[in-house]
T-cell receptor
């Protein structure tokens, strides 16, 4: 079984400021890690994923995340945010052993970028 | 990239009627599709896992007779909300699995009056 905890439900920041959205997980098996973004009344779009290799992964829209196995964390960062980054962000994990396995989501973090 | 569509994007129906939502993978074949329900300002709640040609696997607490899922082909899964009630009003999202990745549809807003 897996669980995902997103430590901040809301993160307000000013435009061009850096941001970090925190995600911790627990699992009895090895997992893949994902960040998704959801704009209002839309589905989820994959921002980035960690499957293997370098623990620092880069995604779309200037986002990156770092997998820290010892701390079981996968925090999402962006050095300078834009108004258009305002959205809900979900961290998720899936079982590495099974292709097509279900995703376990965190509760989400609402990022609000203010001018 | 992999594209998943949902139809309709919005639907309003009267209490007691049934509504069908379609989920299609447009440029890939998906042996597994998932159906989620999302309440306002909440995360996604997995309702069921649908495998092509077999019965769907429902999560605990989800009524399989109320939420009928059919996965008739590798590119199409349907969710039918039977005898809908106002409490079924929600945002329904499907996803299609491609290897270890899931691609999400744009969602369907269901309002039951």
């Amino acid at each position: 079984a897996q669980s995902v905890t997103q430590l901040d439900s809301q993160v307000p920041v000013f435009e061009e400021a850096p941001v970090e959205l925190r995600c911790n997980y627990s699992s009895s098996v090895s997992v893949y890690l994902f960040w998704y973004v959801q704009y209002p009344n839309q589905g989820l779009q994959l921002l980035l994923k960690y499957l293997s290799g370098s623990t620092l992964v880069k995604g779309i829209n200037g986002f990156e995340a770092e997998f820290n196995k010892s701390q079981t964390s996968f925090h999402l960062r962006k050095p300078s945010v834009h108004i258009s980054d305002t959205a809900e962000y979900f961290c998720a994990v899936s079982d590495r052993e099974t292709s097509g396995s279900r995703l376990t989501f965190g509760e989400g973090t609402q990022l609000t970028v203010n001018p | 990239g992999a594209v998943v569509s949902q139809h309709p994007s919005r639907v309003i129906c009267k209490s007691g009627t049934s509504v069908k939502i379609e989920c299609r993978s447009l440029d890939f074949q998906a042996t597994t599709m998932f159906w989620y329900r999302q309440f306002p300002k909440k995360s996604l709640m997995l309702m069921a896992t649908s495998n092509e040609g077999s019965k769907a696997t429902y999560e605990q607490g989800v009524e399989k007779d109320k939420f009928l899922i059919n996965h008739a082909s590798l590119t199409l899964s349907t969710l039918t909300v039977t005898s809908a009630h106002p409490e079924d009003s929600s945002f329904y999202i499907c996803s299609a699995s491609y290897g270890w990745l899931q691609y999400f549809g744009p969602g369907t807003r269901l309002t039951v009056t």
